[in-house]
């Protein structure tokens, strides 16, 4: 597993050791890869380009095998739906 924080690399790293993470926090703090896929959007508040919380589950051959895409900074996948479809990959 990974993850990909629009955060800068120090403030990814804080992250992991604050939260005791063992897997690896990517940065993407100027929204480049978001932008790419299509998630980054402009958010007046902060006046800045802020991806919207994606998450993927790519099974071993490369294929997405779950995706949702939030709506708003706030709309986050169910840990339940990303879980099943974890368990959907098992052999």
Do not use: K, N, W
């Amino acid at each position: 597993m990974i993850a990909i924080s629009p955060d800068t690399v120090e403030q990814a790293q804080t992250i992991v050791q604050e939260l005791d993470l063992d897997f690896e926090v990517l940065s993407d703090p100027d929204a480049e890869f978001a932008s790419a896929l299509g998630i980054a959007h402009d958010y007046p508040i902060v006046q800045s380009i802020v991806p919207y919380p994606t998450t993927f589950v790519v099974d071993t051959q490369g294929a997405i095998a779950f995706a949702h895409v939030g709506e708003s900074v706030s709309d986050r996948a169910d840990c339940d739906d990303v879980v099943e479809a974890l368990e959907a990959l098992r052999p």
